[in-house]
């Protein structure tokens, strides 16, 4: 039986920091590639067809997590929540896609947003998203806050925008595969400095009036990627 270890930030024999790099990367490709293949008059059930096609085809040697498509007001919802599957996508509409992929043994966890037609709100909403992420992981690089301080951090930058932000979205552990037995707990209650290569930061906002929103997510890497050669 597997023993879980006291160090919420332990890994595994095999673990590098390049295959974290590499996972990361991957699974990347793999939801900008799904997300290429989605459009207008799409059900959500489609799509998660149509990711598990694409996945297949890249050769990701398994999920380490349900692939979560969301569609329209489905972008409100967080990972536990049930599927649209009958949801339609509409000419102007909002989606996002969040991937959990093992690839050499590593976990990769990506997740973003996007938008068809010509929503202007939208556009904002998926951008601001990407552009939330940025600031607090650079936040982290600077300053070193705990886990905890981070998420505070971030509620701050999405309010000072006008968004909403989702406090039940906190972040979470990757590591070698599984990552599980580690019990490090979300980023967002963790009380140390997260360290580098090992925790995913999730951002989710809404518009604080109408029923859609925008995810992305990605891993805290240092301030210099490895030789991956």
Known sequence: MTRSTPDPEGVGTRFTQAAMIRARDLTFAAVNRIAAAIGPGMTEAHAHHIAGEILAEMGME?????SVIRFGPGTLLTFHAASQPDYVLQRDDIFFVDLGLVWDGHEGDAGDSFVVGSDRAMHDCAAAAREIWAVVANHWREHRPSGEALYRFAAQQAQARGWTFNWHVKGHRVSDF??????????????????PWLWILEIQIAHPTRAFGA????????PEAPDLA
């Not at 398994?62 to 349900?66: D, E, M, Q, S, V």
């Not at 599984?178 to 360290?195: D, M, N, R």
């Open 62 to 66: 398994r999920l380490w997590h349900k």
């Open 178 to 195: 599984p990552h599980a037995i580690y019990k490090a707990g979300t980023l967002g209650t963790f009380e140390q400095v997260p360290s």
């Open 215 to 222: 995810f992305y997510e990605d891993l805290l890497i240092g």
